[in-house]
């Protein structure tokens, strides 16, 4: 409670408690979203960091006169009356009558694009992202980041939940932990170094700690190549388990916190999900196909011939999708069994047949959002595998720790923030799910 003129008044009031101040007086604070100037009154949109509340102006039930300064983008403190109303649908809605408002500051310039409408009409998307700061006011833009909000906090309170620590992995590394040539390297006071691409190796090294890790974070993967579903910046939900009977045990846990995310999803960023038309997925179980079936099947189905039998094109995981919705009506399909020949150093081979992986990816529509499986654990196995590899044990003598002084079975996964994103709102591009993308042509904003 605020004192103004001497009265007591409820102060930054929220949207959604407007329902406990009917007929009371309370102050709002926002922008000036949008102004309609009719005849004798006008309705002022606020937005406040949620929602857009609209307010009536006239001068019969105000003490405000009416200002000109008062414009789109400025911030304000309002004073006024909830009052309530039945739509035509019978929902009760709220306004607020203005009695007063405080003009806390006001913009310098006009906006270069059109924010209030329901979508940034006709803008393209380089002009959307060079302009971030002030398009994602609109407040279709700014649901997206919302719902990823709901996403990341999903994977946090699942995993807490699940006896997880949560933990913060260095960005500056030794070495890059997922190989390939899409590292970026760094001048470390004359020493080469390199940006994380993943925490694979720090995650494996606290599962010998804490058994069960996990981090949300920033890595980096140098993509020489513009692809809409490729970032040289992305947020990589990471987790790690120990004791594990095998690497389903990773697919069970991913299933479970993909159901909680939804769940929570759906029960408190519903306003958001509206807004962007998201259609969120339904998860019973996850089907899941072998590596080399999946092959088949789009050679023989889909009369697909491939071009790549060690991975799939994106052509390919789209038909996966297709098929996994047709087949299964599920959004999801886990595919198993990657040839050891594409799966990085750490990835147990299959005992049963070395030339596949205890591994697997997730794809979410027909994209790839997860790769996980189990790890090698031993120490002598994961030497082998290393020189196998090319690589120099030595150099990796901190993380050989792990394995040298006792590992248990363990695996983990890597889901990609944005790409999640993307396909939950059905997006075309990562960009669109990215506040601040970082690719081959773009650093700012
Ligand atoms: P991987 O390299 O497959 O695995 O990455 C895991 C997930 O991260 C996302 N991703 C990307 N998103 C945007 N831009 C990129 N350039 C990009 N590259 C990858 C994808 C992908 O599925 N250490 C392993 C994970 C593990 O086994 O635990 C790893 O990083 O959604």
Not at 19 to 41: L, P
Not at 159 to 179: H, M, V
């Amino acid at each position: 409670m605020e004192q103004i003129n001497g009265k007591l008044i409820n102060e930054n009031v929220a949207f959604e408690d407007f329902k406990n101040y009917d007929g009371q007086e309370v102050t709002i604070s926002g922008y000036v979203h949008r102004i309609r100037e009719m005849t004798g009154f006008a309705f002022v949109i606020i937005r406040t960091k949620r929602d857009l509340i609209q307010c009536v102006y006239a001068p019969e039930f105000s003490s405000y006169r009416w200002d000109d300064r008062l414009r789109e983008e400025a911030c304000v403190k309002v004073l006024g009356k909830v009052v309530s109303s039945l739509d035509a649908k019978g929902n009760q809605r709220f306004e607020l009558q203005i009695h007063d408002v405080t003009i806390l500051s006001l913009p310098a310039e006009d906006l270069p694009i059109v924010i209030n409408k329901k979508q940034l009409d006709n803008i393209q998307l380089s002009t959307i992202l060079d302009l971030r700061p002030i398009a994602l006011r609109n407040p279709k833009e700014r649901a997206i980041f919302k719902i990823q909000e709901g996403i990341a906090r999903g994977f946090r309170e699942f995993l807490l939940s699940q006896d997880f620590t949560e933990i913060r992995s260095p960005k500056i590394n030794f070495a890059g932990a997922e190989g390939g040539t899409n590292v970026f390297k760094l001048d470390y006071f004359g020493k080469q170094v390199y940006l994380a691409q993943s925490p694979q190796l720090y995650k494996q090294a606290l599962v010998g700690v804490y058994e069960r890790v996990f981090e949300i974070a920033p890595v980096f993967r140098a993509e020489h190549h513009d692809t809409s579903r490729h970032l040289n910046e992305y947020i990589s939900m990471d987790f790690e388990m120990g004791f594990i009977n095998d690497f389903r045990d990773i697919m069970n846990m991913e299933t479970g916190l993909l159901k909680y995310i939804f769940n929570l999803l759906k029960k408190e960023y519903s306003a958001e999900l509206e807004l962007l038309h998201a259609v969120v997925p339904e998860i019973d179980t996850i089907p899941c196909m072998k590596f080399m079936d999946a092959k088949e099947l789009l050679m023989k189905k889909f009369k697909y011939n491939p071009t790549d039998m060690k991975d799939f094109d994106p052509q390919e995981e789209e038909m996966l999708g297709k098929y996994a919705k047709k087949e299964f009506n599920s959004d999801f399909i886990f595919i198993t069994h990657y040839p050891s020949k594409k799966r990085p150093f750490y990835t147990m081979d299959d005992p049963e047949d070395p030339e596949y992986t205890l591994s697997f990816d997730l794809l979410f529509r027909g994209l790839e959002i997860t790769s996980g499986g189990q790890r090698v654990h031993d120490y002598k196995a994961q030497v082998d595998k290393m020189i196998k590899c090319g690589m120099d044990p030595e150099q990796f003598e901190t993380y050989l720790m792990l394995h040298k002084y006792g590992a248990p079975p363990h695996g983990g996964l890597g889901l990609g923030l944005e790409r999640l994103t993307m396909h939950l709102l059905g997006f075309k591009n990562v960009r669109e799910a990215t506040m601040f993308p970082r690719d081959i042509n773009r650093v700012t904003p």
